[in-house]
């Protein structure tokens, strides 16, 4: 198996505070990698790393099966990236943009610029300024800048920030693309974990500086458990009639009116009519099942109780 990109017990500190510690991560040739974390977890630093712009306090980077160090100049040839908000010469327009990016990073294929604005749809706008863009068309163009020099590794943090509906669903397409019939390793950082869901091959999972979680999306959709989301009124008085006239005994409370039932022997109506005869108020019933967001907010929530428990020991 080619790995891309490997990382060993990366680490990073700031001021001696380790933002990013012992990071074990490995990204195959041609998938799509989600990168996810909560705000603040290390994701964009060690995104930094992997390009150079930060450099590590320990550990090692691998890229193309070769270490990253600092002359790695022809590595980042065949690399392509947009970390934070991209900045761009603002009185020139997109596609001088993407001239001068063509310059600094030796590529000379003038083709590749059209095309590149033609993947992320920015067309028609030849002659207006970069400083007239839209939020969602400046997060267009730093796609554009990323994937124009054609790298085998493109590197994006937040890719669809900015973007509307539309455009979510056409960068979702184009990511596919890219990895599906082009080879391109993709390393997406996002938030948005139900686009994640839809496109991840595997996902990263990162909190409190260290990777918790790097297992394949199929793994996770194996998981996948079926269940019954009662929303009532009466929490109380449904669980007593789950228990007592149902025989339900595996649920579970989520909060003060969510019910999640795991039962597979009773049926979504049969629940529903038991509850009514015993004048219980449904407000809604539906089946369910669980979501790459629930599994990471599980994994987060176990970590923060872990590393709470572990602060509250040292003292």
């Not at 083709?111 to 033609?118: K, P, S, Y």
């Not at 990162?206 to 996948?224: A, F, H, T, Y």
């Amino acid at each position: 198996m080619t790995y891309i990109v490997t990382t060993n017990r990366l680490t990073k500190s700031f001021d001696g505070k380790e933002v990013v510690s012992n990071v074990n991560m490995k990204i195959r040739k041609g998938e799509i990698y989600g990168f996810l974390g909560p705000n603040g977890a290390g994701k964009t630093t060690v995104l930094k790393m992997l390009t150079n712009l930060v450099k590590p306090t320990a550990g090692e980077i691998r890229i193309f099966q070769q270490p990253l160090a600092p002359s790695s100049y022809e590595l980042f040839k065949r690399m392509g990236n947009m970390i934070e908000y991209p900045i761009f010469y603002e009185k020139l327009t997109a596609r001088e943009n993407l001239e001068l990016h063509c310059v600094y990073m030796g590529y000379h294929d003038k083709r590749a610029i059209g095309e590149a604005l033609e993947m992320v749809n920015l067309t028609n706008i030849d002659n207006k300024p970069v400083k007239n863009f839209s939020l969602g068309m400046k997060q267009r163009l730093g796609i554009a800048r990323a994937l124009v020099t054609k790298p085998e590794l493109l590197l994006l943090d937040e890719p669809i920030n900015g973007l509307d509906p539309v455009g979510i669903k056409e960068m979702r397409s184009l990511f596919q693309v890219l990895s599906k019939e082009y080879g391109t390793t993709l390393l997406i950082s996002s938030h948005i974990l139900a686009e994640i869901e839809q496109i991840a091959d595997t996902i990263g999972v990162i909190s409190n500086g260290r990777l918790i979680e790097q297992v394949s999306m199929e793994s996770i959709r194996g998981q996948n458990t079926e269940y019954i989301e009662l929303v009532t009124t009466n929490r109380n008085k449904a669980v007593t009639v789950l228990e007592y006239n149902l025989q339900i005994k595996n649920f579970k409370i989520v909060d003060d009116n969510i019910i999640r039932i795991y039962e597979t022997g009773v049926s979504q109506s049969a629940i529903s009519k038991t509850l009514i005869l015993h004048d219980v108020e449904v407000e809604a019933i539906n089946k369910r099942t669980t979501t790459l967001e629930e599994y990471f907010l599980r994994l987060i929530r176990e970590d923060n109780a872990n590393t709470q428990l572990l602060t509250s020991r040292s003292y």
